[in-house]
């Protein structure tokens, strides 16, 4: 069974930064980040396509220009740096795998259905 190992969520004030890692147990294709906000649905955050070196990334809009999205496939994780967060971005945050060789169509980065590995969240919450 793959494993998802999320780290690097807490609490922080608004405006300062976290960064949150996500190693797999074997290597993957595409990874995310998916959040889920108190009383709403899980959203898709970023992706990055770790099957090829540059690694295409996709951003939902909320959060483009304050979060990257990054990889270092030597040790099958991916980060998010998540700088001048906002008590928006409070949420319970999850890391989403696909299998190695398993691809969609590009707009699929979005969607829960495309990913076949879950980790179990890390807790972000930021204070105003």
């Known amino acids: 069974q793959v494993q998802m190992a999320e780290s690097g969520g807490g609490s922080v004030q608004a405006g300062g930064s976290l960064r949150l890692a996500c190693t797999a147990s074997?290597?993957?294709?595409?990874m995310a980040w998916f959040r889920r906000a108190p009383g709403k649905e899980r959203e898709a955050v970023a992706s990055?396509?770790?099957?090829?070196?540059?690694?295409?990334?996709y951003y939902a809009d909320s959060v483009k220009g304050r979060f990257t999205i990054s990889q270092d496939n030597d040790k099958n994780t991916v980060y998010l740096e998540m700088n001048d967060l906002k008590p928006g971005d409070t949420a319970e945050y999850y890391c989403?795998?696909?299998?190695?060789?398993?691809?969609?169509?590009?707009?699929?980065?979005?969607?829960?259905?495309?990913?076949?590995?879950w980790g179990q969240g890390t807790q972000v919450i930021v204070a105003s």
């Open positions: 990055i396509n770790k099957s090829i070196r540059t690694g295409i990334t």
């Open positions: 989403a795998g696909r299998r190695y060789g398993v691809s969609y169509e590009e707009r699929a980065w979005k969607e829960e259905w495309s990913y076949q590995y």
């Open positions: 074997t290597r993957t294709g595409r």
